[in-house]
């Protein structure tokens, strides 16, 4: 397994302002994911996270909207930009350890008023 | 057809009660297949991999019919602890890990 913290936990934001996600994992990974989980749904994937390469966004995810940093194997950051109150959600970060499935962060409550 | 599509829920059983949770995916070049558990306000946690051969591991016991394309989460002898929305997740098929979740069910567990 491994330990994931995200920050911040959760935050208030206004709309128009953008907010960075930070996902710090204990060990070095390959593979990390973003998800979103909106009020009452499951969790739909926006984009793969692999050092060394440029995001792979889901359709309906865009870079200008979601860009993505990997700098090393055990860190990333996703930023939520220009946000509208559509954008309330939790955002998650996840690993792959083993093919045994993923890892995830604790998540951060977003919510923009 | 949905990619993965589980019972809508909720279930309510009371202390004790056998409860099954049933889900089908629609791609055909999966291969690997997970129940997670998901407590309210909380991440999911992985709870268990699914198997064509079965497997159990305590309480739970998980099945896969891939000609059916169907996985069964059945949980016996419930504990109030185990009320939680239980996640049906398929991956994509390809060496890629992306995995689809399906929107769960909730399961409430009653003294």
């Known amino acids: 397994s491994a330990v994931i913290s995200q920050k911040p936990s959760r935050d208030i934001c206004q709309r128009g302002t953008s907010l960075t996600i930070q996902c710090q994992v204990d060990?070095?990974?390959?593979?990390m994911f973003w998800y979103r989980q909106q009020p009452g749904q499951s969790l739909t994937l926006i984009a793969t996270?692999?050092?060394?390469?440029?995001?792979?966004?889901e359709s309906g995810f865009v870079i200008d909207k979601f860009p993505i940093s990997r700098p090393n194997l055990t860190f990333s950051t996703l930023t939520v930009s220009n946000m509208s109150p559509e954008d309330s959600s939790i955002y998650l970060c996840?690993?792959?350890?083993?093919?045994?499935?993923?890892?995830f962060g604790p998540g951060t409550r977003l919510t923009v008023t | 057809r949905k990619e993965v599509e589980q019972d809508p829920g909720p279930f309510n059983v009371p202390e004790g009660a056998t409860v099954a949770f049933n889900c089908t995916y629609s791609?055909?070049?999966?291969?690997?297949f997970f129940w997670y558990r998901q407590d309210c306000r909380k991440e999911p946690k992985l709870l268990m991999s699914v198997y064509s051969s079965g497997n159990e591991d305590g309480r739970f016991t998980a099945q896969l019919n891939r000609a059916s394309q169907y996985i069964s989460l059945l949980i016996r002898d419930s504990k109030l602890s185990d009320s939680a929305t239980y996640l049906c997740v398929v991956d994509s098929g390809g060496s890629n890990y992306k995995l689809t979740f399906g929107k769960g069910t909730l399961l409430t567990v009653n003294p």
């Open positions: 996840s690993v792959v350890v083993t093919r045994e499935g993923q890892y």
């Open positions: 791609n055909s070049a999966s291969q690997s």
């Open positions: 060990s070095q990974v390959t593979m």
């Open positions: 996270a692999n050092q060394g390469s440029e995001a792979t966004y």
